[in-house]
């Protein structure tokens, strides 16, 4: 997200509504993942994991996109139901399109944004709803390079910055990331982006009870995870 003339732009939250052996042949995968009973997914959460890392390699190196994944065949196919097998929280930034950066196609992340890739109780309910309802063994936040969102939550904390209307609200959730941060050598702003993705990470993982049980039985994995815009690699910095 790139908070420029923000005065002129509203922000909208959108919420649509094991063993790593077992991976031979799964982390090339080129067609669609599908549910082994035709209503949720079959992959473990360290498999989910894995093909959402392989698919990133794939972006980095300009692999041809899958379009298996998004052919009329496969829009027909998920007209009937969804089967995703990771629940992505992200920011809102045109740069940063979950489907690209992990090679995957339609049907396949079910996708949850919010600037600054915070969570509120909207949000959760999204997140809860791909966990619960529709089995998704894998939960990702990903936060990104450059987050404006973030970089607006460091002017409040350096220069007591104020933004118009709703957007104040936004980057509120963001100010304790970076007042955290603050204690770190390097880089500022990077350092609290990854402060606020460990942040929502440490929530989902901790103070949400339908997120909480299957994480004791073993079905489900919360990660934290920064995308880079210039070379296009993600890196999966807080896996638990």
Same mark, same amino acid.
């Given at each position: 997200?790139?908070?420029?003339?923000?005065?002129? *732009?509203?922000? &909208?939250?959108?919420?649509?509504?094991?063993?790593?052996?077992?991976?031979?042949?799964?982390?090339?995968?080129?067609?669609?993942?599908?549910?082994?009973?035709?209503?949720?997914?079959?992959?473990?959460?360290?498999?989910?994991?894995?093909?959402?890392?392989?698919?990133?390699?794939?972006?980095?190196?300009?692999?041809?996109?899958? *379009?298996?994944?998004?052919?009329?065949?496969?829009?027909?196919?998920?007209?009937?139901?969804?089967?995703?097998?990771?629940?992505? &929280?992200?920011?809102?930034?045109? *740069?940063?399109?979950?489907?690209?950066?992990?090679?995957?196609?339609? @049907?396949?992340?079910?996708?949850?944004?919010?600037?600054?890739?915070?969570?509120?109780?909207?949000?959760?309910?999204?997140?809860?709803?791909?966990?619960?309802?529709? @089995?998704?063994?894998?939960?990702?936040?990903?936060?990104?390079?450059?987050?404006?969102?973030?970089?607006?939550?460091?002017?409040?904390?350096?220069?007591?910055?104020?933004?118009?209307?709703?957007?104040?609200?936004?980057?509120?959730?963001?100010?304790?990331? &970076?007042?955290?941060?603050?204690?770190?050598? @390097?880089?500022?702003?990077?350092?609290?982006?990854?402060?606020?993705?460990?942040?929502?990470?440490?929530?989902?993982?901790?103070?949400?009870?339908?997120?909480?049980?299957?994480?004791?039985? !073993?079905?489900?994995?919360?990660? !934290?995870?920064?995308?880079?815009?210039?070379?296009?690699?993600?890196?999966?910095?807080?896996?638990?």
């Amino acid at each position: 997200m790139t908070l420029v003339s923000l005065s002129r *732009r509203n922000f &909208v939250q959108c919420a649509c509504c094991a063993t790593i052996g077992s991976l031979a042949g799964l982390s090339t995968r080129t067609t669609p993942v599908r549910a082994a009973s035709g209503h949720r997914t079959d992959l473990t959460p360290d498999q989910a994991l894995a093909l959402l890392k392989e698919g990133n390699r794939s972006f980095t190196t300009d692999a041809p996109f899958r *379009r298996e994944t998004t052919n009329r065949d496969r829009r027909i196919e998920i007209a009937r139901g969804q089967t995703p097998f990771v629940v992505l &929280v992200g920011c809102s930034d045109s *740069r940063v399109s979950p489907e690209l950066l992990f090679g995957r196609g339609l @049907g396949e992340l079910f996708i949850v944004r919010n600037a600054g890739n915070t969570v509120d109780s909207v949000g959760m309910g999204s997140v809860e709803y791909g966990v619960a309802e529709l @089995g998704v063994p894998l939960i990702v936040v990903l936060g990104h390079e450059k987050c404006g969102a973030v970089q607006a939550a460091v002017q409040v904390v350096k220069e007591n910055a104020t933004f118009p209307g709703s957007i104040g609200r936004v980057v509120e959730p963001i100010v304790p990331a &970076v007042l955290k941060a603050q204690s770190q050598a @390097g880089d500022l702003l990077d350092n609290s982006v990854r402060e606020n993705v460990r942040r929502t990470v440490h929530r989902l993982r901790t103070e949400e009870a339908l997120l909480v049980e299957p994480q004791k039985a !073993g079905k489900l994995k919360i990660v !934290g995870a920064r995308y880079d815009l210039d070379d296009g690699s993600v890196d999966f910095f807080d896996e638990g």
